[in-house]
């Protein structure tokens, strides 16, 4: 006799290729979605016109001159760190250390700029804060690829901790730098002189923008065109593959992240040479790890990730406003943060994948 097997209520397989305009019209669909739910949340806890709020969010992003510039600085450093982990991840290196990268260039900058500051000519000033910038953002990146392609460690784990240690070591020097004594933390830098802050093109914000938009065309070009780029893909498909038509994995995993590495000191250089003038342990905002989500949120698409980076510093700043202009406190901003950004990534997963429903009974094994 047959014993009756019942198939689960559903399942799940990957589908094979969605059309373009599809997938626009399902991420078109998770943003009014979102934007339904956090109208419901809104109104249900707060009584408030859900408009107000939306209102507040936009104009915390684009209210005025001033903060449209700074919403569009503040986008490019975020661009500038996704594109420098991109490589990484590409090939299946999930380096998690952006932020101790971004850390270490900035200290570069920062250490140049006390110490050369009324030394040497300012372009020469400007020259070491760059060399020892990406050096140090480079070197911070390269050590765990060593680990990684002589020992197999694991990167994650090793590229996690290295942040730890470079959040102490900007804390050892902002404490030995600290002006006045005993406050705790080093203050603008070379305030009076300006000795090392960059060149300002047109204003204050112009130049981080130039630089991530060549930074974003040059990596879009790096990894779709250039022969290094293929490696990359090649060893993030297979090592074995790699190994077999003559790539060396180790030596692409050590050169990626140099790249990695210098590219996140970049973004160093620019918070401290450029936006701030100073160093804290604080200076990235977490930006290293928020990173992580826009790469692969934008699925290492160096254009996508444009559209990808604006919409958290959008967000971002729209809570930020609501907390103000709306009364409410930053919680409630953070909760409609997140649900807007939950229906967007969650939307990925049904253009990735393809729930299918069943439920009949088919004759299984002989009992």
Known sequence: MKKETKEPLFHIVKRKDMPLKKQWVVRGIAVLSAVLVCAIVTVITTKMNPLSVFSAVITGAFGSSRKTWVTLQDTSVLLLISLALTPAFKMKFWNIG????????????AACMIVLGDKIPDPLVALCMIVSSVTLGALWGVIPAIFKAKWNTNETLSTLMMNYIAIQIVAYFTIYWEVPKGSGKIGIINQSTNAGWLLEIGNKYLLTIMIAVLATVGMFIYLKYTKQGYEIAVVGESEKT???????????IIRTMLISGALCGLAGLLLVGSIHHTITTTITGGQGFTAV???????????TMIFASLLIVFLGHGASEISTSCGLNQSFGDIITGIILFFIIGCEFFIEYQVIFSGKKKGGNEA
């Open 242 to 252: 790699a190994r077999y038509v003559g790539i060396r994995p180790g030596l692409v």
């Open 293 to 303: 989500m826009v790469s692969w949120l934008a699925k290492f698409n160096p254009v």
């Open 98 to 109: 952006g932020e101790g990268q971004v850390l270490m260039g900035g200290l570069g900058a």
